[in-house]
């Protein structure tokens, strides 16, 4: 058995989405003579390295981050190499045959978590693929950079389409030493009263 931890390192150097907080870990104490702790304080956004978008990230009346049921985001999931694609459109997606409940695609964007720099130029999910894994009722679809959506996108259409379905989104992988296949996830993410979203530890067991 092989673990492949997928999840990037939070960091005050992490990148993050324009308009989402820097990361901040600021000391509180540190070990001592009386014998104090090292402590800290974290302050980040939800949506910040690898996490997971809920339905309620953008329906009022969705699920929230912490009611989604963990066999969603425990169990078979499949890793598609979409190679150096801009976008993953239908014609690209079509030709795999995804099989598993949850995917989570490799692309380009995987090399881009070396730059310090956040970067525009990522390959995204089209609203015409979203709309098709909707269809097949997917408990998860994944991707290895901030968002599944095109950069400035006016509207998130990619996400809706999968959120109305019900299908998880997960963000922020990091996928660069992973091959193309079967695996067993296991993303758990932080369990954050109504949350819209929540960073995650996720893994991909190789048996």
Same mark, same amino acid.
């Given at each position: 058995m092989k673990i492949h931890d997928i999840s990037v390192r939070i960091s005050p150097e992490l990148v993050v989405y324009p308009g989402d907080p820097p990361v901040e870990i600021v000391p509180l104490?540190?070990?001592?003579? %009386?014998?104090?702790?090292?402590?800290?304080?974290?302050? #980040?956004?939800?949506?910040?390295?690898?996490?997971i978008d809920p339905p309620y990230h953008l329906l009022p009346d969705g699920t929230?981050?912490?009611e989604i049921p963990l066999d969603t985001l425990i169990g078979e999931c499949e890793v598609v190499d979409i190679g150096i694609e801009d976008e993953i459109t239908l014609p690209v997606l079509q030709r795999h045959k995804i099989t598993a409940e949850r995917v989570i695609f490799k692309t380009k964007n995987s090399f881009l978590w070396e730059r310090k720099e956040f970067s525009r130029n990522y390959t995204y999910l089209s609203t015409a693929? %979203?709309?098709?894994?909707a269809t097949r009722k997917l408990k #998860?679809?994944?991707?290895?950079?901030?968002?599944i959506e095109k950069f400035d996108a006016k509207t998130l259409q990619s996400h809706l389409a999968l959120l109305k379905a019900g299908t998880v989104i997960l963000e922020g992988v990091n996928l660069s030493y992973v091959k193309p296949g079967k695996?067993?996830?296991?993303?758990?993410?932080?369990?954050?009263?109504?949350?819209d979203g929540a960073p995650a530890r996720a893994v991909l067991i190789e048996r």
């Open positions: 104490t540190q070990v001592g003579p %009386a014998g104090d702790p090292n402590t800290s304080r974290l302050c #980040l956004s939800t949506h910040t390295g690898t996490h929230k981050a912490n693929a %979203a709309e098709y894994l #998860l679809v994944g991707i290895d950079y901030l968002s695996y067993e996830l296991f993303c758990l993410p932080l369990k954050i009263k109504d949350g």
